[in-house]
C-alpha cells in the first residue's frame, strides 16, 4: 500500500477565492489522481494527474477550474479556483503504486472543504 | 464501465458474517471486480478485487460467480470498525464509484 497525507485537513473559504490542496505520497508512484465527494455523494474522478505530463480531466471539469500541478512522483496539488458554495465537497487524492502491478488505488484522508 | 448494483443498506450483528451482494451483467472478460469500504469522514479503503477467481485476504473474501455476472464480498466475522459504505466497482479504465452498500454492523 501507501501512505498518503493532505494539507489542510479542513478549511473554510470564502466564495471568489481560490485554495490549493496538497497531496503527499510516502513512496513514488507515477499515477495520481484527484476525486470529489459532495456532501451525502459518492466519489467523482476529476483528474488523472501523471508526472511529466498535462492532467488529464473528466467530463465536467476543467484546468482552468480545477488547475493541478505534479511536480515530482511524490507529490501534487490541486487548485480550486474562484470558488462558490457548489464547491463545498471532500477533496481526495488517490494514488496507484508502481510495484503493486495492478490498478488498486490508494487514497488520501481528504480535505473538506466549506465555501461560504 | 460496467454498472453495479448493490443493495443500499444492510445491518448485521457483530461477531455475524456479512455477505455484501452486487451484480455487474454487463462485465467484460477483462474487467476486474474490486471492492471499497469508506468509514465513516475517512478516504476509501481498498479491501479486494479479483477477476474470475474466488479471492481471499486478511480483511475478506471476494466470491465470483461462475458467469461473473454478480460477486459477494464476505466480511467473516464483522465488527464494529466494520460498518462503512461498501463500493462494488468493475474497473476498465478507471473506478466509478456507485452508491454502494451502508452495512451498519449492530451488537
Known amino acids: 500500500s501507501a501512505v498518503i497525507s493532505q494539507k489542510p485537513s479542513r478549511d473554510i473559504c470564502q466564495r471568489g477565492t481560490s485554495l490549493t490542496i496538497q497531496c503527499q505520497v510516502d513512496?513514488?508512484?507515477?499515477?495520481m489522481f484527484w476525486y470529489r465527494q459532495q456532501p451525502g455523494q459518492s466519489l467523482t474522478l476529476i483528474a488523472t494527474?501523471?508526472?511529466?505530463?498535462?492532467?488529464?480531466?473528466e467530463s465536467g471539469f476543467v484546468i482552468d477550474k480545477f488547475p493541478i500541478s505534479r511536480p515530482n512522483l511524490t507529490f501534487s496539488t490541486l487548485t480550486v479556483s474562484n470558488m462558490s458554495p457548489e464547491d463545498s465537497s471532500i477533496y481526495l487524492c488517490?494514488?496507484?503504486?508502481?510495484?503493486?502491478?495492478?490498478?488498486?488505488?490508494?487514497f488520501g484522508p481528504g480535505t473538506r472543504l466549506t465555501v461560504l | 464501465d460496467a454498472k453495479t448494483t448493490q443493495p443500499t443498506s444492510m445491518d448485521c450483528a457483530e461477531g455475524r458474517a456479512a455477505n455484501l451482494p452486487c451484480n455487474h451483467s454487463?462485465?467484460?472478460?477483462?474487467?476486474?471486480v474490486y471492492w471499497y469500504r469508506q468509514i465513516h469522514s475517512q478516504g476509501p479503503q481498498y479491501i479486494i478485487h479479483?477477476?474470475?477467481n474466488n479471492e481471499t485476504n486478511e480483511m475478506a473474501s471476494l466470491i465470483i460467480t461462475e458467469d461473473r455476472k454478480s460477486s459477494t464480498l464476505i466480511l467473516p466475522h464483522a465488527t464494529l470498525r466494520d460498518t462503512a459504505v461498501y463500493y462494488c466497482?468493475?474497473?476498465?479504465?478507471?473506478?466509478?464509484f456507485g452508491t454502494g452498500t451502508r452495512l451498519q454492523v449492530t451488537l
Open positions: 488517490s494514488v496507484e503504486p508502481d510495484r503493486t502491478f495492478t490498478d488498486t488505488q490508494y
Open positions: 466497482i468493475v474497473f476498465s479504465s478507471k473506478l466509478t
Open positions: 513512496s513514488q508512484v507515477t499515477m
Open positions: 494527474a501523471n508526472q511529466g505530463s498535462e492532467a488529464t480531466y
Open positions: 479479483g477477476l474470475k
Open positions: 454487463t462485465i467484460s472478460g477483462n474487467e476486474y
